[in-house]
């Protein structure tokens, strides 16, 4: 079923307001997703509220979501955790339960050289056999992974199958391109500050790991399509730019803020936030559902 191109919809996690997982709340999404055609989905990154989460809980998650997926869209699994063995336990208790892959990261704050950064994915590569991929983000985790780095785990891992690229670096898009071809997928986040997206279409990379995509499935779907001829690229190309002045919004703070208050106004499951993530409210929140409603989101995805 993994079909690594088009929109890969990084899913908040829902709460309830008694800020217990709300799991009615991720089916509710999770089929939105699959009837607007979104790729695939990734669930405990950032704009899951990973760190805000107990290990029990992320569990709970896991094995939950590949309950309700199965069968119906592809589900990948960060498994980036504060130590290597954490994140190789963690990989291997998602393959276990049926996952169709984990995602792994630098872990966050030490600041390893890059020889420890392919000593780190490669132990983690080496633990499991479902499909994997890295989240290179060295503003969230003080590390770059660079493309010499994953061409070398791409030639070691046949499983290593997905990067998903998010600085704003046209040369790291080219060069993880030019060495690793159509090995890994690369893909890469909607952050309109890195303005990637079409950078990434242009150089053969297959889609976008993006938040945008639980605002508005269908349009993100539509600009994160493989440019496989000339009236997908103008029509990507149309519609990313068509749709940037609401992604800017979405970024407006960091995820998953933005993201919880826009499924809010849709009258859609997500809105609650974990302490200490505090709610989009106020002018910055009227402006939101105004464009929100301008641009036709309300009335296409709006629960009456």
């Excluded at 191109?5 to 509710?28: C, L, N, R, Y």
């Excluded at 994140?87 to 998602?94: G, T």
């Excluded at 966050?108 to 420890?116: A, D, G, N, R």
Aim: glycine share 8%; proline share 6%; hydrophobic share 40%.
């Amino acid at each position: 079923m993994i079909n690594l191109q088009g929109s890969w919809v990084a899913m908040p996690t829902p709460f309830t307001k008694e800020d217990g997982i709300d799991f009615q709340g991720f089916h509710t999404l999770m089929e939105r997703q699959i009837q607007y055609g979104t790729s695939q989905l990734f669930v405990l990154g950032s704009a899951g509220e990973v760190t805000l989460l107990t290990l029990e809980e992320k569990m709970n998650i896991v094995s939950e979501v590949i309950r309700m997926a199965k069968g119906k869209i592809p589900v990948f699994f960060s498994a980036s955790a504060l130590t290597t063995q954490q994140s190789v336990d963690f990989a291997r208790f998602c393959e276990k339960e049926g996952a169709d892959g984990v995602i792994f990261t630098v872990p966050p704050y030490v600041l390893i050289p890059q020889t420890s950064v392919y000593t780190h994915l490669d132990t983690c590569m080496s633990a499991i056999e479902i499909p994997c991929g890295i989240y290179n983000n060295p503003s969230r985790l003080g590390v770059q992974v660079m493309p010499e780095t994953i061409k070398m785990l791409s030639d070691r891992h046949p499983h290593f199958v997905v990067d998903k690229e998010a600085l704003p670096s046209v040369q790291q898009l080219v060069q993880v391109q030019r060495l690793c071809g159509d090995k890994v997928k690369m893909m890469c986040c909607d952050y309109p500050k890195y303005s990637i997206v079409i950078p990434t279409l242009a150089v053969g990379g297959t889609g976008t790991a993006n938040i945008g995509g639980n605002i508005i499935p269908e349009e993100a779907a539509s600009y994160s399509r493989m440019w496989t001829d000339m009236t997908i690229m103008e029509e990507c190309r149309q519609s990313y730019f068509k749709w940037y002045p609401l992604l800017e919004k979405l970024y407006d703070f960091s995820n998953p803020i933005v993201i919880k208050a826009a499924l809010d106004i849709l009258g859609l499951p997500g809105g609650h936030l974990r302490r200490p993530y505090q709610a989009y409210s106020g002018g910055r929140l009227k402006e939101l559902e105004t464009m929100m409603g301008e641009m036709g989101v309300i009335d296409k995805y709006g629960i009456k």
